[in-house]
T-cell receptor
């Protein structure tokens, strides 16, 4: 059973059409939740770290929020250059601090 | 500030061979982690090194090994390659254990 689940697996948006990506986790005890962006053929690029419920972080058209069992990555008025795979990773307090990655959401924004 | 550098970028090997991949972390970063990324399994943790010592290890067979040098550069080795080892191997560095990671662009390994 996956500890970190991302949905949807794939998302197609029109330019300017806002939406949200979801990352949920099943293990209790959050050390930190990380969002990354990955472009084809490249390594993941760090976006945000969230540590506690209620925390929010923003960067340009992206806003990450955190509740007790899930995080959302809100994309406002996306542009084609926002097309990428968005990865969520969670580090838990119970064991090693090594983050567990979700499978990612592949986002395509059409002009 | 230079990022994480991985070499080579692409590699084609034959089943049964061995391969060594290299990673140079960001200057000042002492922690280096390795991940395997495949379409079917996503990002899977291999191991983490800090100050030349392996601190954590993922659930991979003993054919996968690594080491870290005194300058924090790291290598990973895969012996007796199998077709299923074809993947993007990513290295990530961080200032310390448990801090945010900066990833390199990866080494694309193809086993034929």
């Amino acid at each position: 059973e996956d500890q970190v689940t991302q949905s949807p697996e794939a998302l197609r948006l029109q330019e300017g059409e806002s939406s949200s990506l979801n990352c949920s986790y099943t293990v209790s005890g959050l050390r930190g939740l990380f969002w990354y962006r990955q472009d084809p053929g490249k390594g993941p690029e760090f976006l945000f770290t969230l540590y506690s419920a209620g925390e929010e972080k923003e960067k340009e058209r992206l806003k990450a929020t955190l509740t007790k069992k899930e995080s959302f990555l809100h994309i406002t008025a996306p542009k084609p250059e926002d097309s990428a795979t968005y990865l969520c990773a969670v580090a838990f307090t119970g064991g090693s601090y090594i983050p567990t990655f979700g499978r990612g959401t592949s986002l395509i924004v059409h002009p | 500030k230079a990022g994480v550098t991985q070499t080579p970028r692409y590699l084609i090997k034959t089943r049964g061979q061995q391969v060594t991949l290299s990673c140079s972390p960001i200057s000042g970063h002492r922690s280096v982690s390795w991940y395997q990324q495949t379409p079917g399994q996503g990002l899977q943790f291999l191991f983490e090194y800090f100050s030349e010592t392996q601190r954590n290890k993922g659930n991979f067979p003993g054919r996968f090994s690594g080491r870290q040098f005194s300058n924090s550069r790291s290598e990973m080795n895969v012996s007796t390659l199998e077709l299923g080892d074809s993947a993007l191997y990513l290295c990530a560095s961080s200032p310390g254990l448990g801090n945010g990671y900066t990833f390199g662009s990866g080494t694309r390994l193809t086993v034929v």
